[in-house]
């Protein structure tokens, strides 16, 4: 998906969140690549299209990152869709994929979809009890979980995920190695311009999300730290 390649910083907005209109402002006018709009719970029609229709005032780049079924809004330029490659619960694989392409099918605008494998390894995140996701990955395992989603499924995305805290970068430089022509995202934990030039030294793409509501100025660090790595 050549949307996504010259991506190397994202700030991901959760709905569920306020964040006042002088923060957005500073979001999206801070050289970041895209808003990806997002979270793992709480998500819902009424606070994406509200979430959505804000960020459409500024130019650059706005995708949704389907979590649920009922949050599914038109108007955005790309639909991330997470399948969860360490859980042996197949609704989180292709499940609720299955179900979405039942209820939306001739509706769903096939060029906009971009599917994620995600790498789910923060035990403590909602996401990894939601989805019931092995989090203790050794590092082989990991890279296993890499060769799955691109080498047999030809995702073009790997998203690390580490939700909530700061990962191991030496296992997230084994999956950028064994991911091939994949792009690999890493999220979690990020919180200054010095984890983000960390994170972005071994990985493609790097997604940051808590801190923009808990410190907006080292948020905004973060842009300038990937793009000069
Ligand atoms: C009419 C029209 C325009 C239609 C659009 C077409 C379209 C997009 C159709 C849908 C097609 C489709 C295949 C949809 C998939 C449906 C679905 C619900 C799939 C399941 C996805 C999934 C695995 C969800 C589990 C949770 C997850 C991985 C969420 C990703 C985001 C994430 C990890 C956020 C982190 O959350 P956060 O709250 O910040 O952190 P915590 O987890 O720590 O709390
Ligand atoms: O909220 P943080 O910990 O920055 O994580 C970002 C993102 O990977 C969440 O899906
Ligand atoms: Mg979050």
């Known amino acids: 998906m050549d949307a ?19 923060a957005l402002e ?7 690549d895209a808003i990806m709009v997002g ?15 804000r960020v459409r005032r500024y130019e650059l780049p706005c995708v949704l990152e389907v979590s649920d079924l009922e949050a599914v809004v038109p108007g955005f330029d790309l639909y991330m869709i997470p399948m969860v490659l360490n859980t042996a619960d197949s609704a989180w694989t292709t499940g ?12 769903i605008p096939w060029e906009t979809l971009v599917p994620e494998g995600y790498i789910v390894l923060n035990p ?13 990955l050794s590092p082989a395992a990991a890279e296993a979980c890499a060769h799955v989603g691109s080498k047999l499924m030809k995702l073009p995305i790997i998203y690390v995920e580490y939700s909530g805290t700061f990962g191991d970068l030496e296992l997230v430089e084994k999956v950028r190695r064994a991911s091939g ?6 999220g979690g ?7 983000a030039a960390q994170a972005a030294t071994v990985s493609d793409t790097i997604v940051v999300g808590n801190i923009i509501y808990e410190n907006l100025t080292k948020a905004l660090e973060t842009v300038k730290a990937a793009h000069n790595q």
Not at 26 to 32: D, F, L, P, Q
């Open 4 to 22: 996504v390649k010259p991506w190397r910083h994202v700030f991901k907005l959760d709905p569920e969140r306020e964040l006042d209109d002088e």
């Open 26 to 32: 500073a979001v999206c006018m801070s050289s970041t």
């Open 39 to 53: 979270g793992s719970s709480g998500v819902t029609y009424e606070n994406t299209v509200d979430l959505m229709s």
């Open 96 to 107: 609720r994929h299955r179900q979405a392409i039942e209820r939306y099918s001739y509706l």
């Open 124 to 136: 403590d995140s909602t996401v990894a009890k939601l989805t019931g996701a092995e989090t203790g």
């Open 181 to 186: 022509g994949a792009r690999v995202f890493y």
């Open 189 to 195: 934990g990020i919180h200054d311009a010095q984890t």
